[in-house]
């Protein structure tokens, strides 16, 4: 039997003061006992998720790609390359399942079953992601949304710090 109580995470990211007064006032009014866990920095943002799904549509109308097609690509010329340099567990598992097939049917893969690659990756990661997504698309005259959120992704602040 479920109970709601126990088997509910609650996540809630603290950027500012006010979403710390917000977690506070939330906490005092849950019936205790409770477990509460902290993460240092930010976990992989809903910022980011919407943004690469908001990316994979404007691509897919402009270029007239399956949208489902565009995302599958993204994770596998860009995301997968990305993981396989950070996680040595995820490279092994991929060098030696994923990596034999031909590239259509990798692509298929990625599609069909949801292989999770993006899903793993941390915010700086899919920071990384987001930038050489944006980068690839612009050469071909793809242009996307730019979000103000400078978590999610924003080029010209980055270009701007470097």
């Not at 126990?6 to 006992?33: F, I, S, W």
């Not at 943004?51 to 860009?78: H, M, N, P």
């Not at 292989?115 to 793809?142: C, K, W």
Request: glycine share 4%; proline share 7%; charged share 35%.
């Amino acid at each position: 039997m479920l109970r709601p109580e126990r088997d509910t995470m609650v996540t809630r990211p603290v950027k500012n003061e006010a979403d710390l007064q917000l977690l506070v006032v939330y906490l005092k009014g849950r019936k205790r006992p409770f477990t509460v866990d902290i993460t240092e920095g930010r976990d992989r943002s809903g910022e980011q998720n919407r943004l690469a799904f908001k990316w994979y549509v404007e691509i897919s109308e402009q270029t007239g790609e399956d949208r489902e097609d565009v995302r599958a690509r993204c994770k596998l010329k860009i995301g997968v390359p990305i993981l396989r340099e950070a996680h040595d567990k995820f490279k092994a598992t991929y060098d030696k399942l994923v990596r034999p097939l031909p590239y259509p049917e990798k692509l298929e893969l990625i599609r069909d079953t949801e292989l999770p690659v993006t899903s793993l990756m941390n915010v700086e990661q899919m920071s990384r992601y987001l930038d050489i997504v944006f980068r690839r698309h612009a050469e071909i005259g793809v242009v996307l949304t730019i979000p103000p959120d400078r978590y999610a992704y924003n080029p010209e602040q980055k270009a701007k710090a470097a």
